[in-house]
């Protein structure tokens, strides 16, 4: 379900008191389309699973061995979603700017950590195929290069 929000919160009542009066003034309701999604992942088939499961972490080692390849370029190994958070705070720009940069010049989409509260940092999805990834990280690896 890539990009339906849903999910719930468990945490003493105080915790989730606070996070309901912040969240009520960004968002009110799950849309349909993704309520109804949920219950098919919660109670469909489940066969497919352990190959997605396998597929995605194929993706995540690998995209952190290419980026363990750029020079000034860290992350912390993500534990859950399908996205890397990747420090480019050496490359002298800020995470609006470098995304940016790295969209115009290499055709590289990711979203500036800025916009997560993680200024210096941007975020990559390994949300495709591997040779997608290999792509992009190549290009990635050229623009870093050429500012560092």
């Known amino acids: 379900m890539t990009g339906w929000r849903l999910g719930y919160l468990a945490a003493p009542e105080p915790i989730i008191k606070a996070v309901n009066t912040l969240q009520s003034h960004s968002t009110s309701n799950v849309c349909t389309f993704a309520q109804y999604g949920a219950i098919a992942a919660l109670q469909g088939p489940t066969d497919d699973l352990a190959k997605m499961k396998s597929a995605f972490s194929k993706r995540r080692l690998a995209i952190m061995e290419m980026i363990d390849g750029i020079n000034g370029l860290s ?4 534990q859950g979603a399908f996205y890397l958070l990747v420090d480019v705070s050496q490359v002298g720009l800020d995470s609006v700017t470098f995304c ?3 969209l115009e010049e ?3 989409a990711t979203i ?6 993680a200024e210096g940092t941007m975020r990559v999805s390994y949300a495709t195929d591997l040779d997608t990834i ?3 990280m190549e290009r990635l690896s050229g623009f870093v290069s050429a500012y560092m």
């Open 134 to 136: 290999e792509r992009g």
């Open 100 to 102: 940016q940069k790295l």
């Open 112 to 117: 500036p950590g800025v916009a997560f509260g």
């Open 75 to 78: 992350y912390v190994k993500p």
């Open 106 to 108: 290499k055709y590289v």
